[in-house]
């Protein structure tokens, strides 16, 4: 049996993504000990699932003697931990993230970082609507990207390394810089992960028995958007705090199209809703065919 | 063994739904004999699958001796359709569809209605993205609601008949006026089609390799959005112009609410958009209560 790829992984923020790593980590023999950190009584419940070795609510001490530092908390939360365990890394120590957000989340920790500490930042392309340990399982990232966002100045080792724990884990890697990865992630997550919050907010709005009636016939394409809309919501906040100008230069983009085909519906222009729509069923058997569906 | 509901049931228009309806009618031995009538090479392949009896591109044959008549083509279609098939009605038959619009539908076939026929309009809430006979099936319909929206002076008979039906095919029946229909339609299925529609597009018209980025990390929620808009583009064009007023108005309304949202992210106000997403959360855990999810 070969040794670990790492000593001591510590994952502070236990949740979805968090508790997931720790069951890949585990399931591949990748850690020789998985250390939680996080708050309240979370801690605790990942103990009690046996997905980590050790875990606490005191973050310094988590990180002490890990090789691996992985920030699985809302990227709002990342100057808070930052302050929390700068003093507990160790030269040589690997600092990696699995936040949805890279440009902001990398201008927050780089002037915090401690001389020879190795920043790696990292975005595993997967997730559920689901939060907290308990729904978290190993086969999360399965077949799904992982996007690592390295400055130039990060050795190369350090950059394998994280990369072959998320390969062991099931992911194809990616790297990119930080910027094109917002831009990316703006379109493909960020702006539907918001319309998706807005219309069932504003369904939520309607008066009380139309959103009963909303609810009992959702199944017509409503219910897609809910599942959207049912993820964290605290994640989501730090999301769009953190990527506002590509959020919103999609958003403008967005508002403008929808403009137009509201203007088309308005004056009855069936062959512009026609074309649209035919165009948009070739992007969907892309995305099959990029087996992503 | 106790007779069929049906004698003879002539769906007119046998794609995702049609053919779906006519393997429940086989699998529950509802009809003694299913004819589909539709264009092209439709007929051939509906008998190829072994799902009706008979199968012709002669609509006014399809429906002579038929005591139910199932109008399952794009809702445009319909005043041809009625054209091609009011000499054929004989006084008596029910007469019903499968439209996700209601009013407009009832508009074009109520003046062109033959004497002592019976029209019984319907809308079984249940698809896929996908079209044609080949991509039904009978269990679509199992714990899904079927809404039955006929006229005050429809005798109850006609309206038992067509809803023991959906039932027999699992579905729940609910009753309502074609107004109310339409109106929660536009913001359970149409206005979510709209948006997914628009963003596809929005994400189609990005500059190639952006595009190309878009597909491979589409998993990201992206991909919920690409497979509704991936849904027929003739049948969804139908639903635009025949429900235009139920949808600018719901359309509205969520444009006024993504340009609240917007603002928040440009200033920052972390607080409303928590707000809001612990709001939608609540939703989501209502469409998984009501087993829609």
Redesign the interface.
Known sequence: MTDPLFERVAILGIGLIGSSLARALRRENLARVIVAGDRGDVPARALALGIVDEATDDLGAAVTGADLVVLGAPV?ATPAIMEAIAPHLAPGTILSDVG?VKKRVMDMITPVLPEGVILVPGHP???T?KSGPENGFAELFHG??C?LTPDADVPMGAVNKVARMWREAGMII?IMEADHHD???A????????????????????ETQ?SA???????????????????D??M???V??NN?EA??D??Q???E??TA??RA??W?E?ET??A??????A?????VD?R??
Do not use: C
């Open positions: 709002g949805s392309v997967a997730g609507e799904r990207w996007i990616e831009r990316v992630l379109i493909t997550s960020h702006l539907p992960h918001l319309i998706a919050y807005t219309i069932v907010g504003t369904a939520a709005n309607l139309m009636e909303v609810i009992k016939f959702s199944a017509a394409g409503f219910r897609d958007f809910t599942r959207i809309a049912g993820s919501p605290i989501w906040r730090d769009f705090l506002r959020v919103l999609i958003l983009r967005f508002t199209d929808l085909l509201q519906i308005r009855g069936g809703l026609q649209l729509f035919t165009r948009t069923r992007i969907r058997q892309a995305v990029a992503q569906a």
